[in-house]
Antibody, heavy 123, light 108 residues
Framework: QVQLQESGPGLVTPSQTLSLTCSVS??????????WTWVRQRPGKGLEWIGY???????NYNPSLRSRITISVDASKNEFSLKMTSVTAADAAMYYC???????????????WGQGILVTVSS | DIVLTQSPGTLSLSPGERATLSCRAS???????LAWYQQKPGQAPRLLIH???RRATGIPDRFSGSGSATDFTLTISRLEPEDFAVYFC?????????FGQGTKVEVK
């Protein structure tokens, strides 16, 4: 059974860098069928796609966040990470990692998701 | 980017009733690469439907998806108590993935 688990600081100081990691178990991390994805959800709001990374390091980012984010991968540890610079209160959210699954069709949905990690931005 | 607009914002129904949720796209999703997710309070979203009409593994057949191009629908044929939640649509047709703003299905 595939499981994803987010980890990282739950509190980030304004203007600093948010760093999160997603650990993947139960799946072939280097499969060509998967894109490893970050999504966030501000309190009481909808879902915002942040971006994804392929196991070889190829990335695709939301243009609205591209200047501030980096998604990286450590295939040897079955992990991928998100870094977001210059955070503000607007970046406070639940951050989810998820697998975009292309095993059935050329492109696929997000399944499964991690449980999420709540990030607060405050001094 | 493809903007997805969901309606209604809130749907007030009773258990056993039929729920019809709409997701309209600002551009045609010619591949039908559209998914529906269910989210309950304090939980991560869960995949219900992918490719517009294909149920994910383990999803009850009271959930069905339909539509094409710019108009998509999620139907819950008979609401069970555990179905009261927020539902999101998402397109993965475009390189920039986007979500709808959600429809809350609440108990009337």
């Amino acid at each position: 059974q595939v499981q994803l688990q987010e980890s990282g600081p739950g509190l980030v100081t304004p203007s600093q860098t948010l760093s999160l990691t997603c650990s993947v178990s139960g799946a072939s991390f280097t499969s060509s069928a998967y894109y490893w994805t970050w999504v966030r959800q501000r309190p009481g709001k909808g879902l915002e796609w942040i971006g994804y990374i392929f196991h070889n390091g190829q990335t695709n980012y939301n243009p609205s966040l591209r200047s501030r984010i980096t998604i990286s991968v450590d295939a040897s540890k079955n992990e991928f990470s998100l870094k977001m610079t210059s955070v503000t209160a607007a970046d406070a959210a639940m951050y989810y990692c998820a697998r975009e699954n292309h095993s059935l069709r050329p492109l696929g949905p997000l399944d499964p998701w991690g449980q999420g990690i709540l990030v607060t931005v405050s001094s | 980017d493809i903007v997805l607009t969901q309606s209604p914002g809130t749907l007030s129904l009773s258990p056993g009733e039929r729920a019809t949720l709409s997701c309209r796209a600002s551009q045609s999703i010619t591949t039908n690469n559209l998914a529906w997710y269910q989210q309950k309070p304090g939980q991560a979203p869960r995949l219900l439907i992918h490719a517009a009409s294909r149920r994910a593994t383990g999803i009850p057949d009271r959930f069905s998806g339909s539509g094409s191009a710019t108009d998509f629908t999620l139907t819950i044929s008979r609401l069970e108590p555990e179905d009261f939640a927020v539902y999101f649509c998402q397109q993965y047709h475009d390189s920039v993935r986007t979500f709808g703003q959600g429809t809350k299905v609440e108990v009337k």
